[in-house]
């Protein structure tokens, strides 16, 4: 939305528009390097996350990784503005947020995660709140039942914010459970599910079934940086058919999967949508 986007067939109820909203994107391609050296090097040493072998710029299409159509992205967002009409243009800043991102390492490629969100108020000059931080949490996807197989796909999960007045949210999260071999799919009550999936560029047969695990909550704790106040905590118990009391459920059975018959573009289902009770 620009701020002379006015419609020309008179649909627009606001002749300017009133406010007006701008994102900033950049190249998922690390700091470090020009824009001239991402743009002449695709590769993941220079774009970490952007999987550019999918990338096809000839035609027709063909190779193994040209099976089916791609959906990746090369930019992320770095920034959001605000403005209002006040009878001038430009229209005036309000307010700017500006988005600070990292590339943790991973078992497959590195991750992109949000890493500080800055806010600055723009009327009347520019003041600058501090950054609200977050923090982020390893944690393995797939569930090891053929060990060395493939990578166990580690991804990260926010684990910590810190806001701009320096208080504190920490998040836990249940263990990783799905028992020692494969349980059956339609009876499973574990936090884990059953997918095919394609390994593409780790090698293997052309479709394969692994298990994954859904990461579940178990407290929240959000603390006062001075010190003057207890912690205030709130923590998830998941209940269990076995414990109706919802007493204790350490390994987060009991939640009931449903079988996915939603996507007609999916010729194979599975149990993908977990309901469960707190």
Not at 17 to 28: A, E, I, L, M, N
Not at 238 to 261: E, K, L, R, V
Request: aromatic letters at 10%.
């Amino acid at each position: 939305m620009g701020p002379n986007d006015n419609a020309p067939n008179g649909k627009n109820a606001y002749q300017p528009r009133p406010f007006h909203v701008t994102r900033g994107y950049s190249d998922r391609c690390l700091p470090q390097y020009t824009q001239a050296q991402c743009d002449a090097t695709h590769a993941q040493a220079h774009w970490p996350d952007t999987p550019w072998d999918l990338s096809c710029t000839t035609s027709p299409c063909s190779g193994a990784q040209h099976d089916a159509p791609a959906f990746f992205d090369t930019q992320m967002l770095t920034s959001v503005d605000t403005s209002v009409y006040e009878g001038t243009n430009p229209y005036q800043k309000v307010d700017t947020w500006t988005l600070g991102h990292s590339w943790l390492s991973a078992d497959v490629n590195d991750d992109l995660v949000l890493a500080s969100i800055t806010h600055a108020g723009d009327v009347g000059g520019t003041k600058t709140l501090p950054k609200v931080t977050f923090g982020w949490a390893e944690l393995d996807n797939r569930v090891p039942y053929d060990t060395g197989a493939y990578p166990a796909m580690g991804r990260y999960r926010v684990n910590s914010v810190i806001s701009e007045t320096g208080a504190q949210t920490d998040v836990s999260y249940n263990a990783a459970s799905c028992g020692s071999s494969p349980p059956a799919p339609s009876s499973n009550t574990l936090p884990c599910f059953q997918q095919r999936w394609t390994p593409g560029d780790l090698g293997g047969t052309p479709t394969t079934t692994s298990w994954f695990y859904k990461y579940t909550v178990s407290k929240v704790s959000a603390d006062d940086a001075t010190g003057g106040q207890p912690s205030l905590i709130t923590s998830y118990v998941y209940c269990d058919t076995t414990s109706p009391s919802c007493a204790s459920n350490p390994a987060g059975a009991g939640g009931a999967w449903h079988y996915d018959t939603d996507i007609d573009l999916v010729p194979t289902k599975c149990y993908a949508s977990r309901s469960v009770s707190l």
